[in-house]
């Protein structure tokens, strides 16, 4: 007889196992070698073994599962057969808008506000209108196929794309909840316009870079001329710079700690600050250091500025959509640091591009970080000397 103890001590083995609650009740606990647990109904009907679902744990605790158990078994005994039921009842509830609402209310929580938006926005355009009504057993690869080729003869490719992957990932909630058995649009992009990757505007000509940096000293504006210089300085994405708090800076450590969540692969990051930066933050400070954010918004200092200042400023000192933006300043950094020969690891890591090998990553954050500190330090003394060198010709 299965104890609580017994069900979350259970540990993964090579292959996929089952324990039964041994009081003659069809319930099992079934462990795959992922780690994972869904607890198993085994009956007959007809002469024939079958077997439900009956939720995951500990979603589902064991005392749960043994009511449900207890269900099912009277099912069986009425004549019933519960895989049948729940087949009949995965078709009149589970339509692909209803599971993906209840996915979205799940996940939503952990997006961004805007993020949020945009991923209903394309659920409702492009994906409910032509399979929303659709039970998730009549969704096949074909159906999702020309949901996704409608957006595709768009041209908007790269939307197409994330659309295919808010399809998988509600297909794959599906699955977890035991309302489907597979994602028809895992092997769909063999079949999609190929993604061709478009690099960020960015200035990468040491004279060029030179005139960069000296407009933007002589940008009017006290605190966007802060977060220009601080997004040369510093290379982060312009999401973390702009929602950029005053407690996240170690000054004394000449260090800014940005935390798991504000990064985009939602690890922690350190940023290593250069002598120039935290002259930049020395300035700051006496402007926006009694509030929140570094760069608050001039309509309310309870939130970060908007995400168009720092592109809007760019193109105030001349700097066309397709000349550079705030992202921009990642693609200089990289680009002219390789060129001075430093290592492309710390740049990487420096650029917070997530290593996949965990070993790897690990070395990276322990053995890199001193180099980095080096190699920003020196990328801010590159910056002064390009634009000492560019001096008046602006």
């Known amino acids: 007889m299965l104890t609580e103890k017994a069900v979350s001590r259970a540990k993964p083995k090579e292959k996929l196992y089952r324990i039964s609650d041994g009081i003659r009740n069809g319930l099992s606990l079934e462990v795959s070698p992922g780690g994972g647990k869904r607890w198993r109904f085994r009956y007959r009907f007809d002469g024939k073994a079958k077997m439900i679902s009956l939720g995951v744990y500990p979603l589902v605790s064991l005392a749960e599962a043994r009511e449900l158990a207890k269900d099912a078994q009277k099912s069986v005994g009425g004549g019933l057969d519960p895989s049948a039921q729940r087949k009949a009842e995965k078709n009149l509830e589970s339509t692909f808008c209803i599971v993906a609402k209840e996915w979205f209310d799940r996940f939503a929580v952990s997006f961004t506000e805007r993020y949020a938006a945009e991923v209903w926005a394309r659920l409702e355009r492009d994906v409910f209108p032509f399979v929303g009504d659709m ?87 006290a605190v966007v001329r802060s977060a220009l210089l601080l997004g040369a300085l510093t290379f982060v994405r312009p999401g973390e710079l702009r929602k950029a708090e005053w407690e996240e800076f170690d000054v004394g450590g000449a260090e800014w700690r940005i935390p798991a969540e504000k990064m985009k692969m939602k690890r922690a990051h350190i940023v290593p600050l250069s002598r120039q930066a935290l002259e930049v933050l020395d300035v700051l400070r006496h402007l926006t250091g009694h509030g929140t954010y570094l760069f608050p918004s001039v309509r309310t200092g309870k939130k970060p500025m908007s995400d168009m200042t720092v592109n809007a400023a760019l193109r105030t000192l001349g700097y066309a959509q397709g000349e550079m933006t705030g992202h921009g300043f990642r693609a200089m950094a990289s680009s002219l640091l390789a060129e001075r020969g430093w290592g492309i690891d710390a740049i990487e890591r420096q650029l917070a591009h997530v290593e996949g090998n965990k070993i790897r990553a690990a070395y990276h954050r322990s053995e890199h970080l001193e180099e980095r500190r080096r190699m920003m330090q020196a990328w801010a003394d590159y910056l002064d000397g390009l634009a000492g060198a560019a001096g008046d010709g602006v």
């Open 135 to 221: 039970p998730l057993d009549k969704i096949d690869a074909p159906a999702v196929l020309a949901v996704l080729r409608r957006t595709e003869e768009r041209g908007v490719i790269t939307t197409t794309y994330k659309i295919k992957s808010h399809i998988s990932q509600i297909f794959k909630y599906a699955i977890a909840c035991g309302l489907a058995y597979a994602d028809p649009s895992r092997d769909l992009s063999a079949a999609l316009k190929s993604r061709k990757s478009k690099p960020m505007p960015s200035i990468i000509e040491p004279r060029e870079v030179g005139r960069l940096m000296v407009k933007i000293r002589g940008y009017k504006g």
